[in-house]
């Protein structure tokens, strides 16, 4: 088993933590992993991105080879289009639909969806919205991945003990919140 | 023991706690700047008593962890790859005077320049300064190799190196940890003459030193970094250095032709090893990740005896970091490939924050500068760096640190006024000040803006030296208190910041205009901290 991830965003949207709990529950399940980060200049409103490999095989090489990726996962509709040539054939791509707008010549809205249905594989949802609708704002990040989640081969159980694991230091209530995001982005990309 | 999920610089930075280091020595940069974070936060370091501040540049860090070693203890020094530059005076000197408590430097390279001005290759400063270099292949490499690193250093008496680069030092991976082992009680050298580097003394020692590396070559620990794997496909053979080997792997792994192997990952290299391969071979291939040193050397000057590929002859991208689909198509594998970035894709460069002090000065300095013309903005390196981008366009330099000001006096010399250098705090006390002192002395016709917002924030908010010292700092050198001027940029003073700037860039001598205003991820990361605290007191 192996899989291979580019998480994508832009710097501040949380990618990190996404990361973190794909990281967590890799150890649990006993895989090895690998994730390569970008830190630096990239952090301040720039397109940022890391490449997630887990696998129940020893893991040579830090970064994804082109066309190898299983999945995208972006919390930014651009961004996810921007690592197309990492993505395989028979690759997914999820990503969340609100655009994060900060450059003056940022694509028409219609078109970038257009271009995502384009590329075959894809679950696009408005993550900001439900998470929105859930009360917490900040957890968009968290329903991504919960719509990304079933193609991550893991039980969904661990990626929640994973949740709970990286937000325990934030009190049982921020715990909560992000489980119940996760949980909502599940179902939201199975009653697609 | 314990395994642990790290970054390759964390990796390091437990390696060098765990094989007994007494103190670290840094000034930040990408990508080397999570060593000396991950120590400062350690547990471990604190109940060690650990010296761990940040230092006031690279050779300022280079020389306190040599006066570390002087008094018997082990010391690390840990900068981006340019920082070398900066502590290369006493880090090529530190060879010749030799250590006595284990001194370990490590360079962190950055190819492909994510967040760099350019990528080079620190293995060269090694050979240069004639001491052993540890590239690590992965993050459990590095960790064992500082053990090794600080033993080696023990051992012959000799600084060691450590390069990693950005691909290592920002990937995590897991790392099994070793028995922690205690530290060094303080001593003086055996040798009390050892660290005077008078002529008499020095040529001694540095001929000595030339003795030793040779030496080095065969060295049972630095070999047994360097393998080789037999294989049947001698029409050619294949050198890797460092992490380029896992990306042949990941490509053998799919598609394996059975060719001989050498992967290095110390230096200097035993060439009884590379004569094997190259001896068995019809062509070798060079994967490195950086400048073809190793290329080079196998060509030789006349390069007729070897046939090699790699870096020089295209069949390796001559600069840019290595990565698998590279090493695919030089090993002339079919690479697979996905789809092309639709044309819709944008850009998306970093940008100034929203709120940024520094963004409230360019927005002032913006509107007096058209009074005066293009081209005469020298600035220097940090996240004002950004004001280079629009809507402002107003930065004509970015070279080196510090660099503004004494770029700004050179041009002033050659007529051009008014010249402007644009600094911020950390980088001013890095290597602003001993600049602005030349301007001062001649009272350069120059304005020299520094942007203090109290941080160093290009690379994710580090305490900044100078911190409230900067006006005294300034007036200690000899700025004349009646051109030394204090803004503070926010939009709402920015008729009175524009008039300050029009005063001063029409003085015929040097000004000093200092802005203060804190930077705001580091404001913001303040209150949450003190709230947290607040929290818990309650
Ligand atoms: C010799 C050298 N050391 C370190 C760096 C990495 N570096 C780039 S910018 C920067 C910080 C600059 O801080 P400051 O001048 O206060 O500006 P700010 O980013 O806070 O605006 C550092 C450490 C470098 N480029 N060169």
Known sequence: ???????????????????????LAAVEEGLFLKQSEVHGMSQRGGDVQSHLRISDREIHSDLIPHGGADLIISVEPMEALRYLPWLSPEGWVVTNSVPYINIPDYPDNAELMAALEDTGNTVVLDADSIAR???????????????????????????????????????????????????????????? | MQKLLLL?????????????????????????????EYVQASPGAASGNVRREWSSNEKTAMEAALGMSYAGKRAMVAMKHVGLNVAADAFI?????????????????????????????SRFYGRFAMVPVLEPRNQQEAYDMIFDAFDLSEKYRLPVLIRITTRLAHSRAAVQRREARAQNSSSLP????????????????????????????????????????????????IITCGIAYNYLLENLRLHNDGHPVLSLAAYPVNSDLVAELVGSCDRVLVLEEGYPLIEEQLRGLLDRDVKVAGRLDGTVPRDGELNPSIVASSLGMQGSAG??????????PPSFCKGCGHADVFAALAEVMKGFGPGRVFSDIGCYTLGALPPYNMVNSCVDMGASVTMAVGAADAGLFPAVA???????????MTGLLDAVIKDSPITVIISDNSTTGMTGGQQSQATGRIESICLGLGVNPDHLRVIVPLRKNNEENMAVMAEELNHHGLSVILAMRECIQTASRNKKAAAAEKNQAE
């Open chain 2, 93 to 121: 000197n530190s060879a010749v005077t030799g250590v006595n408590g284990g001194l370990v430097v490590v360079a962190a390279d950055d190819p492909s320049m994510h967040s760099s001005q350019n990528e080079q290759d």
């Open chain 1, 1 to 23: 088993m192996k899989c291979d991830i580019i998480l994508a965003g832009v710097g501040g949207q949380g990618i990190l933590s996404i990361a973190a709990t794909i990281g």
């Open chain 2, 190 to 237: 055996a040798d009390p003459r050892q660290f005077v580097l008078l002529p008499a003394i020095a040529r001694k020692q540095y001929r000595a030193l030339t003795g030793l590396y040779e030496k080095l070559r065969t060295d049972p620990v630095l070999s047994g970094y360097n393998r080789l794997t037999k294989g049947s496909n001698t029409k050619a053979g």
């Open chain 1, 133 to 192: 609708e859930l009360g917490s704002p900040r957890s968009g990040n968290m329903v991504i991945l919960g719509a990304a989640s079933s193609f991550i081969p893991m039980p969904f159980e661990i990626l929640e003990h994973a949740v709970q694991q990286l937000f325990s230091r934030k009190g049982k209530e921020i715990v909560d919140l992000n489980i119940q995001a996760l949980v909502a982005g599940r179902e939201a990309a199975a009653t697609r």
């Open chain 2, 422 to 432: 644009f600094i911020g705090d950390s980088t001013f006390t890095h290597s602003g």
């Open chain 2, 8 to 36: 390759g610089d964390e990796a390091i930075a437990q390696a060098a706690l765990d094989a007994g280091m007494s103190g670290m020595y840094a000034y930040p940069g990408t990508p080397s700047t999570e060593i000396m």
């Open chain 2, 339 to 348: 789809k092309e970035v639709p044309a819709i894709v944008r850009q998306r």
